[in-house]
């Protein structure tokens, strides 16, 4: 694959020291040494080390990596493995894409409190997934899942989504695992009507 004509890292060494000047003080330390390590990663600040090809023998000089998990060059190595175990996990059945969000206000206080917020989400997301599919009224089933949180929208603005995927087959009906037929999972193609009732009662005072 070759390599991208301008990465993060690019951006981020022309740009990130004006931006820490302008915006700095709404920054956390964590986001500070975050934008630090994708910026010194692979370059001579890190030291390096000598790469030899195990069947010619050629060998090569390179600097080191940060190893930050928020590095995209990084983790692509790790995003390979974790996509590749979810491959192996699925069975032969067809899979539902369901997307979860919530409104601009909500965003805002998730962007100061992570992990309340984004917890309260992925409950939201299970529960409610659990709830309805096992409604009669929709698919009468236990369904399989997983789901990941994305932050940022392709414009780079806070939008957090809960992503799930859905198994279309009953765990009750194993070891057969017929597809269930493919009626929509929620009441419409709107909002969910309801929050299950575990979640019904969460409000900012937690936050």
């Not at 000047?21 to 709404?26: C, I, L, M, T, V």
Request: proline residues 6%; hydrophobic residues 35%; aromatic residues 8%.
């Amino acid at each position: 694959m070759d390599r991208p004509k301008l990465e993060v890292a690019d951006v981020f060494r022309r740009y990130g020291e004006a931006y820490r000047e302008q915006h700095g003080a709404s920054m956390s330390t964590a986001q500070r040494r975050v934008m630090t390590a994708i910026e010194l990663c692979r370059t001579a600040a890190l030291g390096g080390h000598l790469e030899q090809c195990d069947q010619c023998g050629h060998e090569r000089n390179c600097f080191n990596s940060c190893r930050d998990r928020h590095c995209p060059k990084c983790q692509s190595l790790a995003r390979a493995q974790w996509i590749e175990d979810r491959q192996a996990e699925l069975l032969e059945v067809p899979y539902y894409h369901v997307v979860f969000t919530v409104p601009e206000e909500i965003g805002t206080i998730a962007y100061q409190n992570k992990e309340v917020v984004y917890g309260i989400l992925f409950r939201a997301t299970a529960e409610t997934l659990k709830t309805i599919a096992a409604d009669s009224k929709h698919l009468g089933a236990e369904i399989g899942f997983f789901a990941v949180l994305h932050t940022w929208g392709q414009t780079l603005t806070l939008h957090p989504i809960c992503i799930a995927s859905c198994r279309a087959g009953d765990y009750r009906r194993w070891p057969t695992l017929d597809p269930l037929p493919a009626r929509l999972l929620l009441a419409g193609s709107g909002p969910v009507p309801a929050i299950p009732p575990p979640l019904s009662g969460v409000s900012t005072e937690s936050i």
